[in-house]
């Protein structure tokens, strides 16, 4: 029998009715009470005069409701367009159009603007917006969204998505100028699922929070997926907060933690860490952007927990994981063996094969594959090559051990007089000072050598740091002198992406203009 979510729901609610699926901020939703929102709001949006495929844009905070709304518009047969609570109105905008969604849910309010204003906009656009359900508090049972639905009628079973269709596009985040739309299917996430249980020996007994955007790949697998295909309870906080995620650990007795590197920095730095009792923590599944070995292995040391990772994208799913059998020196300083099930190969810059070389940029073909992008055939074939193999946008080493690591970024590089600098190298090699909370390095323009390292830091609180005692810090660990910054940017607190890790593309708009102001 085909696996999809709403079908192990509908086991989970005749063997465990009452057992807790989500725990939120406000409430707890039972396995029970999260099929019978999710068929309400189903029926709610049939009865709007929705078709089977069309687009439903989700706009909610992080919290139980966005999990009520997937399920829902799954039963319905409508795919979810789900778009990050930190998204700005012009991203907004842009995915409403480019997913051509036809019905909203959103909060009467999303950050500067009314929701009505937002409605205004799309229609002087064009859009075809034609069904909008205002949510007041999240979908939670206090919402008066309920009390206009109705239980009538029964929603026909035909109208539930399969497997292999798409369910739901997200974002890139916006790496690369606007977002595009990244089309997932659940087997997808079913295939993520397995190596994620191998690795972390995860069952129905742990406890997961995930501290991480829903809408995101990482969101979706650490509290959309597994936690409902083990049948283990989920936390879901409304936001990130480093203080509020370390009580929470301590108070339900976390088992696992998700969190980006960003976010587990924060927790690790926070003032009062060691003031919390993390023994229940036995895994914090982390990476989405480079994970510094000296903080993973100084959370290790603090907490008990191991640190894993998978290396993968939004649009390929996971090429390789780290497991808890691993050494620490291989689990925080390689992102863990390729998965053979997703057929890992290595490419260079002219598309030849170069796996037996042990290094290139990874193509895979597997069952974690996405569709691709939604409806853009231009950037499809950049994704995928002509014989079926998709890319990431990473250069990667294999080392004798069979473990990748991975080397570069082909868009987060920094190219210096023909030389290319890694800009995560150039982060985890300036984290290593203590004064420094998070860093984030870019190309600054250059009219002698195209790009210099430019590296925006934010200090902890007090501290204070120039660019002759960063580069004499560097000197001093033996770091290669062409990762040293050659600008520093201080005191400037980091801007964080819908996707929760540093907005990078906003550091690049401000270090072009500083270079065109000097």
Not at 16 to 42: M, T
Not at 62 to 74: K, N, P, Q, S
Request: charged letters at 25%; hydrophobic letters at 40%.
């Amino acid at each position: 029998m085909e696996r999809t979510l709403a079908g192990l729901i509908e086991r989970h609610v005749r063997q465990r009715p009452e057992a807790i699926a989500f725990r939120g901020e406000h409430e707890d939703l039972s396995w029970a009470s999260y099929e019978e929102r999710a068929n309400r709001l189903a029926r709610h949006l049939l009865g709007r005069g929705l078709e089977a495929g069309e687009r439903v844009a989700v706009l909610l905070p992080d919290g139980i409701g966005v999990h009520i709304a997937y399920l829902a518009c799954e039963k319905a047969g409508l795919i979810v367009v789900g778009i990050g609570p930190r998204a700005g109105v012009e991203e907004f905008l842009h995915l409403m159009e480019k997913s051509g969604a036809c019905a909203l849910l959103a909060p009467p309010r999303h950050r500067e603007l009314e929701l009505r204003e937002l409605c205004e906009t799309l229609a002087g656009r064009q859009h075809p917006l034609r069904v909008v359900v205002p949510v007041e508090q999240a979908l939670e049972s206090g919402d008066p969204i309920w009390e206009e639905i109705t239980a009538d009628s029964s929603l026909p079973a035909m109208r539930a998505l399969r497997a292999d269709e798409t369910f739901l596009l997200n974002s890139t985040s916006g790496t690369t100028g606007l977002p595009k739309c990244v089309a997932h299917h659940q087997a997808r996430w079913f295939a993520f699922h397995e190596p994620a249980v191998r690795n972390g020996d995860l069952s129905r007994a742990d406890i997961f929070c995930s501290a991480l955007p829903s809408p995101f790949g990482f969101g979706l697998w650490t509290a959309h997926f597994t936690p409902t295909i083990l049948g283990a309870t989920c936390i879901v906080p409304e936001d990130f907060d480093a203080a509020k995620i370390l009580a929470t650990i301590e108070r339900e007795r976390v088992t696992i933690l998700a969190a980006v590197s960003t976010q587990f920095i924060l927790m690790l730095e926070h003032p009062d860490f060691d003031s919390f009792d993390l023994s229940s923590l036995r895994i914090l599944f982390t990476g989405g952007e480079a994970v510094p070995y000296t903080r993973a292995a100084s959370f290790e040391e603090r907490t008990g927990a191991k640190v894993l990772q998978f290396y993968g994208s939004n649009e390929a799913g996971a090429l390789s994981g780290t497991s808890i059998h691993d050494t620490q020196e291989k689990r925080l300083r390689t992102a863990g063996r390729p998965l053979e099930e997703m057929q890992v190969r290595l490419f260079d810059a002219e598309g030849n094969d170069t796996t037996s070389d042990r290094k290139g940029q990874p193509g895979c073909k597997g069952p974690q594959c996405s569709h691709g992008y939604w409806r853009d055939p231009a950037a499809n074939a950049q994704l995928f090559r002509k014989d079926g193999w998709m890319l990431t946008g990473d250069i990667a080493s294999i080392d004798e051990d069979g473990y990748l690591s991975v080397v570069g970024r082909t868009a987060d590089l920094i190219i210096r007089g023909g030389k290319n600098i890694s800009g995560p190298a150039v982060e985890a090699a300036c984290l290593t000072l203590s004064s420094i909370r998070l860093a984030a390095a870019v190309a600054i323009p250059d009219p002698i050598f195209g790009e210099r390292v430019c590296l925006y830091v934010e200090l902890h609180q007090g501290a204070s740091l120039d660019l002759p005692e960063l580069t004499t810090h560097l000197a001093r660990q033996g770091t290669t002198k062409e990762c040293w910054p050659e600008v520093l940017i201080t005191n400037h607190p980091l801007p964080i992406s819908s996707g929760g890790k540093v907005a990078k593309n906003e550091l690049r708009r401000d270090a072009a203009a500083r270079a065109g102001g000097t």
